[in-house]
């Protein structure tokens, strides 16, 4: 089993805390060239009514709501779930003086202990690539939604970070950041057929972004918060250091690839 998909490592190493996501997020927010941040992008595009119950699965430490938190109407009665109680310790932790009333919850996607038809939106922020079972994760998302309820999942295209992963490659080629992609990953090319399969209408949107990396150090946490390569580097990390320090003293900037976006489906 690929470590994208391993349970065990993920809630365990990986996502016990939000230390891994916080390195690479901190790259994306200093060095993105988008017009508009990532979490306002995604926000944007909710259509959610007045006293909507709302789900998040995969929530993390709860970033889509604590940087839209002005946007966030009274009236929604939202859960924040993930399937580490690491994540929602700390989203229960940073939304806690909010002044909004979310609720916090383990949740595996593959298996949500909700009656049928019991939200009106279901949000999916970047995780359904790293659930086992998808067909039996979509099929429950389906179930708890009411008929004509939304789903919004974000995830990544098949280019993204393509000029990180060659940054890895040329500094040893038997290493990568996720330990290889399987060809079965949720993407934004593979993920319009998935979810045609449980719902009957599906748009995709793109958000127009790259990276503009001139610090060395962000970008080496960020790369150093992966899978194989974190353990592959562990006693070579001021070689792998001063091997990104030359290239962006060659170049100035690295140049990196972004291929993220969001599916709408009811």
């Known amino acids: 089993m690929s470590k994208i998909t391993d349970q065990g490592y993920l809630l365990n190493e990986q996502y016990k805390d939000s230390a891994n996501l916080n390195a690479r997020i901190e790259l994306h927010k200093r060095f993105s060239t988008a017009s508009r941040r990532w979490q306002n992008w995604v926000f944007d595009h909710f259509q959610i009514?007045?006293?909507?119950?709302?789900l998040e699965l995969g929530c993390g430490p709860g970033r889509l709501w604590s940087e839209n938190l002005d946007?966030?109407?009274?009236?929604?009665?939202?859960?924040?779930?993930?399937?580490?109680p690491g994540m929602v310790r700390e989203a229960e932790q940073h939304l806690s003086r909010a002044?909004?009333?979310?609720?916090?919850?383990?949740?595996?996607a593959q298996s949500i202990a909700y009656d049928d038809a019991h939200f009106d939106v279901v949000i999916a922020n970047h995780m359904l690539?790293?659930?086992?079972?998808?067909?039996?994760?979509?099929?429950?998302?389906?179930?708890?939604?009411?008929?004509?309820?939304?789903?919004?999942?974000?995830?990544?295209?098949?280019?993204?970070?393509r000029e990180m992963d060659?940054?890895?490659?040329?500094?040893d080629s038997t290493l990568a950041f996720w330990e290889g992609r399987p060809a079965d990953r949720f993407t934004l090319e593979s993920g319009l057929d998935e979810l045609k399969a449980f719902f009957a209408n599906v748009v995709r949107h793109r958000h127009a972004d790259a990276l503009v990396v001139t610090e060395?150090?962000?970008?080496?946490?960020?790369?150093?918060?992966?899978?194989?390569?974190?353990?592959?580097?562990?006693?070579?990390?001021?070689?792998?250091?001063?091997?990104?320090?030359?290239k962006l003293a060659a170049r100035g900037s690295i140049y990196i690839t972004k291929d993220s976006g969001l599916f709408e489906a009811w």
């Open 166 to 171: 060659e940054l890895i490659q040329r500094f």
């Open 99 to 108: 002044g909004r009333a979310f609720r916090f919850e383990v949740i595996d």
């Open 216 to 246: 060395a150090q962000p970008l080496i946490d960020y790369i150093s918060s992966g899978v194989r390569f974190a353990d592959a580097v562990r006693d070579r990390r001021a070689e792998f250091a001063r091997f990104v320090e030359q």
């Open 49 to 54: 009514e007045p006293n909507s119950r709302v």
């Open 129 to 161: 690539f790293h659930v086992p079972d998808r067909p039996r994760a979509l099929s429950e998302i389906r179930r708890v939604l009411r008929s004509g309820g939304r789903f919004y999942t974000t995830t990544v295209g098949r280019h993204h970070l």
């Open 71 to 84: 946007r966030v109407p009274d009236s929604w009665d939202i859960t924040l779930s993930d399937f580490s």
